[in-house]
């Protein structure tokens, strides 16, 4: 492989990983206490303030005048091992272990006639990935995002059974990525971008104690622009130092949700089958202003990702006045092949886990508590399918997420 190729491959694929952090490779849909306790399957049975964000079919029968949710999720990364070889090169190396803290908010408004609004702002993505390892730096020694969304929804009463909804989504991204290799090449690239989507969603009650419910998120594409400064020695035009414009487009997915929640007695069951259209990311193409960097790095990359399943259910047990207790698994398939993994993403499926708890302070004010563990399963790369010359096994990594909140109705 020539350098000049691998270091396109190098550099496109890790800053376009580092702008779709929100969705099915590395998405955190936990963003609230309840959500988060019940591993996201959290869409029909959608009952307090966030779901303005989750459902916002369902706040036409929430009870309450006016309700809201404020709380702190704080993440934990830990190493991610990786085991074998690049290019025939030994490159066994840990990855650096991630703490984050991502606030949060959701509100739900008063009904007015048949209408009630909503308003949520959520942080759904900001993870990183950052390694020592020296071939490992040539893919990833550092790229970190950032993601903040604000939701505002609307929810239409159509009859007592019957309820649709939906909203605007207004994203704000920013991203960083480090690569280098030492005498070759050494790159940093910074970009931001404001985007707009939407989201849609319907509930029906059968009878009092079932909810079906459908939740659609638009597909929205991520126009990154910003800087990109670094030096290349290697190809036909070597630069000591370029600093130039650059940016970079690709797609956030949509999100269908399909949900189905009952309550026996004090116990709702709620399952949630969701398909993330990860189809939609087929090639990812730089440009540049500088045409030197653009002849270098602009060459457009086949990435071929997979639509992808996830499936999960959530246990809801009201345990008396006071105290309620909820517990959720979810399975996650990850949409990236085999050929195109790398370090940037060393992605696999996934099994999450989680609990939680809201205690209820008074009649209108509750607290609540609850924990994740995203487990990823081992998975080992060969070469062939391989672009990037991986021989070895990814393992350990995944993800802790714990949460606190404070709910208020009034």
């Known amino acids: 492989m020539k350098y000049t190729d691998f270091f396109v491959r190098t550099v496109v694929t890790s800053m376009a990983t580092a702008t ?4 099915s490779a590395y998405k955190i849909p936990e963003q609230s206490t309840r959500s988060m306790a019940l591993s996201a399957a959290y869409v029909a049975g959608a009952d307090s303030a966030d779901a303005s964000y989750y ?52 509100y739900i408004s008063p009904k007015v006639g048949n209408f009630r609004f909503g308003l949520s702002l959520v942080e759904p993505g900001g993870l990183s990935k950052k390694w020592d390892g020296a071939v490992q730096k040539m893919y990833a020694e550092e790229f970190t995002l950032k993601v903040v969304e604000l939701n505002p929804t609307v929810s239409y009463a159509v009859t007592p059974k019957f309820s649709i909804g939906g909203g605007l989504r207004l994203i704000y991204s920013d991203g960083k990525v480090k690569l280098f290799n030492e005498g070759m090449y050494a790159e940093n690239m910074e970009g931001d971008t404001i985007e707009f989507g939407y989201n849609l969603a319907l509930s029906y009650k059968p009878k009092p104690e079932t909810t079906l419910s459908l939740t659609y998120r638009s597909n929205v594409d991520l126009n990154l622009e910003g800087s990109s400064t670094g030096f290349i020695a290697v190809g036909s035009n070597p630069l000591p130092y370029y600093d130039t414009p650059g940016g970079v487009s690709v797609p956030l997915p949509a999100t269908l949700a399909l949900a189905a929640a009952h309550t026996f007695g004090k116990t709702c069951v709620e399952l949630v089958y969701e398909r993330t259209y990860w189809s939609e990311y087929e090639k990812l193409d730089f440009h540049f202003t500088n045409p030197v960097v653009d002849a270098v790095f602009g060459t457009p990359i086949d990435k071929d990702w997979s639509d ?58 509750e607290a609540g508590f609850s924990l994740l563990y995203d487990h990823k ?10 672009e990037k010359g991986i021989e070895g096994t990814f393992s350990e990594g995944g993800a802790i997420l714990t949460n606190i909140s404070i709910g208020y109705r009034f």
Not at 339 to 353: G, M, R, W, Y
Not at 355 to 363: L, S
Request: proline share 7%.
């Open 20 to 23: 779709v952090l929100m969705a």
């Open 55 to 106: 459902n916002p079919a369902n706040m036409s029968w929430i009870e309450g005048d006016k309700l809201l949710e404020a709380g702190l999720t704080y993440i934990h990364l830990p190493e991610v091992e990786y085991r074998g070889s690049v290019a025939g090169v030994p490159a066994d190396d840990n990855s650096k272990t991630e703490d984050f803290l991502l606030p949060y908010f959701h």
């Open 308 to 365: 992808t399943n996830t499936f999960r259910i959530g246990i809801t047990h009201k345990l008396d006045e006071k105290w309620t207790l909820m517990a959720g698994y979810a399975y996650d398939e990850t949409p990236i092949p085999e050929k195109t993994v790398s370090f940037e993403l060393p992605d696999s499926d996934a099994n999450i886990f989680s609990i939680g708890a809201i205690m209820q302070i008074n009649k209108d004010l």
């Open 377 to 386: 399963d081992e998975r080992t790369i060969h070469t062939p399918p391989n």
